[in-house]
């Protein structure tokens, strides 16, 4: 139902930002919650951020608390994640996520559409 491509990743020096974009389509987002997962070489998908569609609210894993922002454009269909002070341990392939259902926000078998995933890499 929904299809999502992620973009805006690239490699950038630690201590740097990046934003990365989740441009989705389809025919109704308003239930929605959209989440950024972010899986990095030999550990499991994990979430790091998520937001409801509708009313804006927001979840952070504690790794990102503080560092990361969710936002959304509802007019443009679009879910940003900016990320700041960058880490290398931030270095992951981002995965942007929709769950249809408002189940729970950081369990990856909540979401049934996934992008393609965009690669982060912070250099020390």
């Known amino acids: 139902q929904v299809q999502l491509v992620e973009s805006g990743g690239g490699l950038v020096q630690a201590g740097g930002s990046l934003r990365l974009s989740c441009a989705a389509s389809?025919?109704?987002?308003?239930?929605?919650?959209m989440a950024w997962f972010r899986q990095a070489p030999g550990k499991e998908r994990e979430n790091v951020a998520a937001?409801?569609?509708?009313?804006?609210?927001?979840y952070y894993a504690d790794s990102v608390k503080g560092r990361f922002a969710i936002s959304r454009d509802v007019a443009k269909n679009t879910v940003y994640l900016q990320m700041n002070s960058l880490k290398p341990e931030d270095t992951a392939v981002y995965y942007c996520?929709?769950?249809?259902?408002?189940?729970?926000?950081?369990?990856?078998?909540?979401?049934?559409?996934w992008g393609q995933g965009t690669q982060v890499t912070v250099s020390s």
């Open positions: 996520a929709a769950d249809p259902f408002g189940g729970s926000w950081s369990i990856p078998a909540s979401y049934t559409s």
């Open positions: 389809g025919r109704t987002f308003t239930r929605y919650t």
């Open positions: 937001i409801r569609w509708s009313g804006g609210s927001t």
